[in-house]
Every structure is written in C-alpha cells, then in structure tokens.
C-alpha cells in the first residue's frame, strides 16, 4: 500500500500537483483494489483553496488529520512566497519530511522544502526563473539542466509539466520500471511540443549541441544510420572492445533486429533535430547492468555524450548500473563521472578493436538519478 500526501494551498499552481495526481491515482488503478494504493490532497484548513489560475478544489483532510504518508509532494505555485513565512505550514513539512519514505517538491515547492529543511544540503531542482533566488538562500546546490533531481529520498523537479516526469519517475522506483511504463502509456504521455519546431532558437541553442539533441526509442530506419556511425575507426579505437561481426551490415542489422526485442535492454537513437548521432543504451551482462554509448565524431567533445546518458538514466531506474572504460578513454571517463559514477575497479582483457589485451576501468553507479551535465567532455 502506497499513500501519496499532496499539499495544497491557495495559489499552488494546478499542474504542479494535478500533473502528479494524475500519474500516482493512475498507478493505484493499474495496481489494483488489492493494492490499496491512494492519493490525498491536504490543506492548512478544512475551507475550499483556490489555486493559482483560479482552480478551486476541497481538500481530502487536514494537517492535523490526514492518514499516515509514504510520499509527500509539495507544490510549487505564486503561494508558495506566503507559505514559507507560514510557521504552521512550514513545520508540518518539516515533521512529515521526516516521517515519509519520499519527499518531493514541483517547481517552487523546493522553497518551502528548503525553508523547513529536507531541502539544505542537497541537490535540487526548481522552476528556471526561481533558480538564482533558491541559490541565493544558501546550504542547496541548485541544478540547473535536469528536468528532475534524485539526492537520496528527496526528488524535486522543475516548473509545472516537470513534476510529471518526476512522479513517473517515482512510481517507476516504488513498483517498478515496466509499471511506470503503464502508466505513461495509460495517460498517453509522450510529449512533442507542437511549436517547438517553429520557434526562433536562442544564441546558445543556435551554438551548442546539447540544446538541441533529444532522445526516443530506436527505430529500424534508424539502423544504416547507426551503422554508419560505429564504422567510424577512431571510434572503435576508443570504444576498443567491439564485436568484430559490427563492420558486416548484415550482421549488424540482425544482432539489433534482436536487441529491439530484448525487453532486458534499453536502447536510444540521440538526435540532433531529426538527425541520428549516436546512440545510448543499457544491458545486461553477466547479471549487471550496463551502459553503452556511440556518438558521431563531429559531435565529441561537445557534451553531447553526457546528456544523452543522463537522459537515458532518468529512465533505467537499475541500481547499481555499471559502464566500462579503455583505461586512455579519458573522455569516457569524464562522461561516466558528470554523471555520478564513480571507479570501483579495472580489468585486464583482450580488445578486439586493438588487437591486444589492455586495461579496462569499471565504474559504478549505486544511487540516485543522473546529474544532466554539460560542457566539453564527449
């Protein structure tokens, strides 16, 4: 049984905690009556709260009446710049924060998770125009390219649709990945903004790559494409433990015809615009799960490469994951590190793409969610 406590107060913003709802009441239903799993709003007063845009809703129970939590979700929302000057709001936060398995905040509910505590110390995420101003409060590191942020037990995301993908994420992690997936599935959630493509690109988007790549699932006329990619021979000198059937089109076409039917493995095509980069998956090997990438060559050195494994660990939730490294893969390593790995061993084994046996370093990824880096690692 899993009970989702959502805080809400007048002038929350609705799809700060109404995107959420959706996502946790939507999971309760696909797991069943036997589940028992709910979702509750909780409010200061028992009164109807009028949220920012004019939503008014009643709440289910109270601060002082509400049953026991596994989650707490605190939205974010213009009320929140009165809440946190609210010692009766603020100190329930405090004491719930510490009774829950989870607690996560949307948008600018990360101010009242800082003002009560759960927040100091950690890593989080808020809306972007908020960013400079939670900084500023001092004892939070605020990060600024991740739609959300896993540190520990705390999860908070950016502004508004953001907590979507948080509670996915979140629902992924309590009962399961192929759960989450349902539930994505359920809502019909697969965004493709409809104007995105005719808006003007700013100056740092016109420049860096990082801006512009997205990720979605392979698809077969993705294929030549990434065959053509891993052909690349300063590649597989870095990648050094290829499979030396890679450079036959045919044998590489069916080795990922049964990759894209392996449900074990997680494969995704990096695109800049409509273009195929690279790509980045997870697999299983020897019962660990690891994590693989190629990138074009015009695009290393650019970021590329850790943003797109830090979208990719936003969804394989597989804790601990692992990723291996050519030990002179200096740019691998800086990939793997941005996002949290850290070195835990070396091997030493024979490399097809070099014709020797050379160290490889192993590394590891035990907690939380990516950091979405940038910058000029590959």
């Given at each position: 049984m899993t009970t989702y406590g959502l805080l809400v107060f007048d002038d929350a913003e609705e799809l700060d905690f109404v995107g959420p709802w959706e996502v946790f009441t939507t999971s309760a239903a696909l797991r069943g009556e036997a589940a028992a799993d709910r979702a509750v709003l909780i409010a200061e007063h028992a009164a109807t709260v009028r949220c920012a845009k004019g939503l008014r809703i009643l709440p289910d129970y109270t601060l002082t009446d509400h049953p026991p939590l596994d989650v707490l979700l605190v939205p974010g929302g213009r009320g929140t710049r009165r809440e946190v000057s609210n010692p009766v709001i603020i100190d329930w936060i405090r004491q719930t924060a510490g009774a829950v398995a989870w607690t996560t905040s949307v948008c600018t509910g990360?101010?009242?998770?800082?003002e009560a505590g759960p927040a100091r110390g950690r890593r989080v995420a808020t809306h972007y125009s908020?960013?400079?101003?939670?900084?500023a409060r001092g004892e939070v590191t605020v990060v600024r390219d991740a739609r959300y942020v896993v540190d520990g037990n705390l999860v908070t995301s950016q502004g508004v649709s953001a907590g979507i993908d948080m509670a996915l994420w979140l629902v992924g992690r309590l009962h399961g990945r192929e759960h989450a997936r349902a539930v994505r599935r359920h809502i019909q959630y697969d965004p493709a903004p409809p104007y995105l493509a005719d808006e003007p690109l700013s100056e740092p988007a016109r420049t860096d790559p990082v801006a512009l790549i997205s990720l979605r699932e392979v698809r077969a006329e993705d294929l030549p494409a990434l065959f053509e990619i891993q052909q690349d021979q300063s590649g597989q000198q870095m990648a050094a433990f290829t499979s030396p059937g890679d450079s036959d089109r045919e044998h590489y076409l069916t080795k990922w015809a049964g990759l894209l039917a392996d449900r074990s493995v997680t494969t995704k095509v990096i695109l800049a615009g409509a273009e195929v980069i690279g790509s980045v998956a997870s697999f299983l090997m020897d019962g660990d799960t690891e994590v693989?990438?190629?990138i074009r060559r015009d695009y290393w050195g650019r970021g590329v490469a850790t943003a797109a494994l830090a979208g990719l660990l936003?969804?394989?939730m597989v804790r601990p994951l692992y990723g291996r490294v050519a030990a002179d893969n200096i740019g691998s390593m800086r990939v793997l590190e941005r996002n949290g790995f850290v070195r835990v061993g070396e091997e030493h084994s024979f490399a097809p793409a070099r014709q020797a046996t050379i160290?490889?370093?192993?590394f590891r990824l035990d907690h939380g969610a990516a950091r979405a880096g940038s910058g000029p690692a590959g």
């Open positions: 990360a101010l009242l998770l800082h908020f960013e400079d101003a939670l900084e693989t990438y190629w936003r969804e394989v160290t490889e370093f192993i």
